[in-house]
């Protein structure tokens, strides 16, 4: 008896260890990978070739002659699964595979476990679990005994394989920049890393550089002019100026009930009176989502595909609307529930123009939920603070209880969720919209009291999206909600709520606008003196079209404008993205909107070199 299973056991090691497994666990490697990516008709195409590079280097590094071979190839073998699982994650996320330039990221990943840990696909555990297997495979194959003829033509092979990583960085660096070259280098795996290290690197060098004149042309070529005039001009001026940036609250969730509970009623309240409400309102952020919508909102620039401005261009001059405000004698000051170092913030804000950060460190932490101070307690704090100013104030305040993955103890939760909805992000992002929406009364009431409400202008705005419809089947609950297909149209999606009490103002705006054009929005209202040529948005409440270019989520290129949304696709290639109308849905013609494609690259572009040649002269 104990010898069959003996035998059984040794039949199995030894089944393990052939190097046809091996191949098939590769293989099946890369058939999780794909899928977990984009299944697209290509992917049979793609699993092949990955393998048969896998495959290649390791039958080549086997019987080389290199020094340290195992070492070799653990490095190379654990490295691509790495990657791999990065770029599962990524995909996950941003709807893009990862960068070389977004290795950075990491440490953000290690500071929010929480939201790691939920963004985490079980299956992706499969790309890293292979790797003792397929290293102790290629020991084997190390020890084997290889006679001169074979070395004679492992040579030749060896050579062959040489050949075909060469074939490999001439198709990824497509010199002909040939449509469907570039197809392949966007979605196979080797083809498309090796392409990113050679346009991040290489590329970079050969990228052409603007002076300052030619990127102010650039700009004043692209944009839409505003007079900063006209409509609702000057009502808000000299008013302290009161700023809450709502972390992840879609438009959606606003004025909506959810099994006959309103879920933001406090908003809704607020719209009603003295209130300019803009409703086809849109996130512009990069890579640095809350940090860049703080800057884009402050500065009227597009943020960085690579990484949060904060961190790249810390120390530039900026004119932004804490500058302006503090130039004309206003304090200003930021409050928020986190650590004062994330994105930057404590030390990028003086360049900013603010004054005094009142981070999670320098506030009482007396009431936590999720990552940091309560929504609730940070609001009453704020007030405190802000009821000390001398004089006219600019307060910034950043909320962060409705953050991913919308973590509150389930006592505290006040919308009764549906069957179909039970056990869900959505459900837990319902809760958490609905306990922000609370806080933002108690606010209100709060100014009320201190007598902080009267003389003030109070714009809230969300940060970003909440629920990623290429995540935790948010497309399946987010569809049912809305009543139509959930895209980026909704996704991306934020309210805009200008509220100026006493003022008798009641509108709501439905033409396009985005966190590009707060600055100048509020530049009219406020009667502030801007310089046109440094401000790439426009005032929403006089622009004759909308225009919005995207940065992070869609590829760069990819826009918003009056009546039609434009995504570019993984491909980077114009003619094979989509093009719909954002309010139907209805499918519309890509060749009809190739002027508002070049219009984002060229303001993109032009806002990128702004900021990496610190042209913005600092105030006097
Ligand atoms: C952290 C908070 C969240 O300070 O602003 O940032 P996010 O993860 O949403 O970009
Ligand atoms: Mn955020």
Excluded at 148 to 154: A, D, L, Y
Excluded at 175 to 189: C, D, L, V, W
Excluded at 588 to 593: A, G, H, K, P, R
């Amino acid at each position: 008896m104990k010898a069959t299973s003996e035998n059984k056991k040794s039949y199995l090691k030894k089944m393990l260890e052939t190097r046809s497994t091996m191949a098939v666990c590769i293989l099946l490697k890369y058939v999780v990978y794909y899928y977990l990516i984009e299944w697209s008709k290509f992917s049979c195409v793609y699993v092949i070739i990955s393998t048969l590079i896998t495959y290649g280097l390791y039958y080549s590094i086997s019987k080389s002659k290199i020094k340290h071979k195992r070492l070799l190839f653990g490095i190379m073998y654990i490295g691509f699964s790495i990657f791999m699982f990065a770029d599962v994650m990524y995909f996950n996320y941003y709807n893009q595979t990862v960068s070389i330039k977004q290795f950075w990221q990491i440490g953000n990943v290690a500071k929010v476990p929480e939201s790691f840990v939920a963004t985490l696909i079980p299956l992706s555990i499969f790309i890293i679990s292979d790797i003792p297997l397929v290293l102790h495979q290629f020991g084997n194959s190390v020890k084997e005994y290889v006679d001169k003829k074979t070395q004679v033509k492992n040579k030749k092979k060896t050579g062959r394989i040489v050949v075909a990583i060469m074939l490999v960085i001439i198709i990824a660096s497509n010199p002909m920049e040939s449509a469907s070259i570039a197809k392949f280098t966007g979605e196979e795996f080797f083809v498309n890393h090796t392409n990113d290290i050679i346009e991040n690197t290489v590329g970079k060098m050969s990228e052409d550089d603007l002076s300052e004149e030619e990127v102010l042309k650039l700009i004043s070529e692209n944009k839409s002019q505003t007079s900063f005039s006209g409509n609702y001009s000057g009502i808000a001026a000299g008013r302290n100026v009161i700023m809450v940036q709502i972390e992840a609250m879609q438009k959606c969730m606003i004025g909506k009930d959810y099994n006959g509970i309103t879920l933001t009623p406090n908003i809704n309240a607020l719209i009603q009176n003295d209130t300019l409400y803009f409703d086809h309102f849109y996130s512009n952020v990069g890579k640095g989502n809350t940090a860049d919508a703080e800057f884009t909102v402050f500065n009227s620039l597009y943020p960085s595909s690579e990484r949060e401005c904060y961190t790249l261009y810390e120390k530039n001059n900026f004119r932004g609307l804490p500058w302006l405000l503090k130039n004309s004698g206003y304090s200003t000051m930021a409050f928020h529930g986190y650590e004062g170092s994330f994105w930057n913030r404590q030390n990028a804000y003086p360049y900013q123009g603010i004054d005094n950060y009142y981070s999670m460190e320098k506030l009482n932490q007396d009431d936590i939920i999720g990552l940091g101070i309560s929504d609730k307690s940070v609001f009453s704090q704020a007030v405190n603070i802000m009821k000390q100013s001398k004089g006219p104030f600019f307060s910034f305040v950043v909320t962060l209880t409705n953050h991913h993955p919308y973590v509150m103890d389930e006592s505290m939760w006040e919308i009764p969720i549906l069957d179909e909805d039970k056990d869900s992000k959505f459900a837990s992002y319902l809760q958490t919209v609905h306990y922000t929406d609370e806080a933002i009364g108690q606010f209100i009431n709060e100014l009320k009291e201190n007598g902080l409400y009267d003389n003030s202008i109070i714009i809230f705005y969300g940060d970003h999206h909440g629920l990623n419809k290429d995540m935790d089947d948010n497309d399946i609950y987010m569809s049912r909600f809305l009543g139509k297909k959930y895209d980026y149209d909704e996704m991306s999606k934020v309210p805009l709520i200008i509220h100026i009490p006493g003022s008798g103002v009641h509108e709501t705006i439905s033409k396009i606008g985005g966190q590009i054009d707060v600055l100048p929005t509020l530049a009219n209202l406020m009667n502030i003196q801007l310089d046109e040529r440094y401000v790439l948005g426009q005032d929403i409440l006089n622009e004759e079209k909308g225009f919005v270019a995207f940065t992070a989520y869609m590829p760069e290129g990819s826009f918003i404008t009056d009546g039609a949304m434009y995504e570019l696709s993984r491909q980077k290639i114009y003619d094979t993205g989509r093009a719909w109308n954002p309010d139907t849905g209805e499918s519309l013609l890509v060749e009809d909107y190739k002027a508002y494609y070049d219009k984002a690259l060229n303001l993109k572009k032009a806002s990128i070199q702004l900021l990496d040649h610190n042209y913005i002269p600092a105030l006097k």
